[in-house]
């Protein structure tokens, strides 16, 4: 089973700024079978990035998703205000099961 | 508009059994997986596992194989996640989420997802 790890746990951040999120995995991700996903409270995560750099329908450029074989970055350029959630990421090229990472959590500085 | 509608919150005991549901719209049901996921209060993702409506092929986690069942009606376009006998562990909130067929026949990312179940087990 391929575990992922997420880092920082947690990121504050001020409107505006850039955030970067690293997903690192204990084993290459084959064919870079990797996506991201934003949660809010109270709400169903949202795909926000698959194949580790393709934009979601609807997601806006200022989410762009880069890496390969074990290291994988999600960056938000400027931070909006509703930018402020858990992030997490999840590999499926080797599976059973899939797996997600424990998350990232982006919060107001 | 593609859409998965969930069953309603569940308060079960200790060994009863349960059957949650999640309804597709919008799109071919037979032709996507549908994947359940689970969420333990204040915690994070965790996959549990995926069927095939198209054929009912269904993969599990080993974490979950043998301790729950996936299933799918595709007459109704509706997959379900079934315990037999629940434990207070099985206390979470749990999502349903469609995933696309990747290269042919993999499943993968998933898209789009459900509005989730809540599941609260006490005695």
């Known amino acids: 089973e391929i575990v992922l790890t997420q880092s920082p746990g947690t990121l504050s951040l001020s409107p505006g700024e850039r955030a970067t999120l690293s997903c690192r995995a204990s084993?290459?991700?084959?064919?870079?079978?990797l996506a991201w996903y934003q949660q809010k409270p109270g709400q169903a995560p949202r795909l926000l990035i698959y194949?580790?750099?393709s934009r979601a329908t609807g997601i806006p450029d200022r989410f762009s998703g880069s890496g390969s074989g074990t290291d994988f970055t999600l960056t938000i350029s400027r931070l909006e205000p509703e930018d402020f959630a858990v992030y997490y990421c999840?590999?499926?090229?080797?599976?059973?099961?899939?797996?997600f990472g424990p998350g990232t959590k982006v919060d107001i500085k | 508009e593609v859409q998965l509608v969930q069953s309603g919150a569940e308060v079960k005991k200790p060994g009863e059994s349960l059957k949650i549901s999640c309804k597709g719209s919008?799109?071919?049901?037979?032709?996507?997986?549908i994947g359940w996921v689970r969420q333990m209060p204040g915690k994070g993702l965790e996959w549990m596992g995926i069927?095939?409506?198209?054929?009912?092929?269904?993969r599990y986690s080993p974490s979950f194989q043998g301790q729950v069942t996936i299933s799918a009606d595709k007459s109704i376009s509706t997959a379900y996640l079934q315990w037999s006998s629940l434990k207070a562990s099985d206390t979470a909130m749990y999502y349903c989420?469609?995933?696309?067929?990747?290269?042919?026949?993999?499943?993968?990312?998933?898209?789009?997802w459900g509005q989730g179940t809540l599941v609260t087990v006490s005695s």
């Open positions: 084993q290459s991700v084959s064919s870079s079978y």
């Open positions: 069927i095939y409506p198209g054929d009912s092929d269904t």
């Open positions: 999840q590999q499926y090229g080797s599976s059973p099961p899939d797996t």
């Open positions: 194949g580790a750099s």
């Open positions: 919008g799109y071919s049901f037979i032709n996507y997986w």
């Open positions: 989420a469609r995933s696309p067929l990747i290269r042919g026949y993999k499943y993968g990312h998933f898209d789009y």
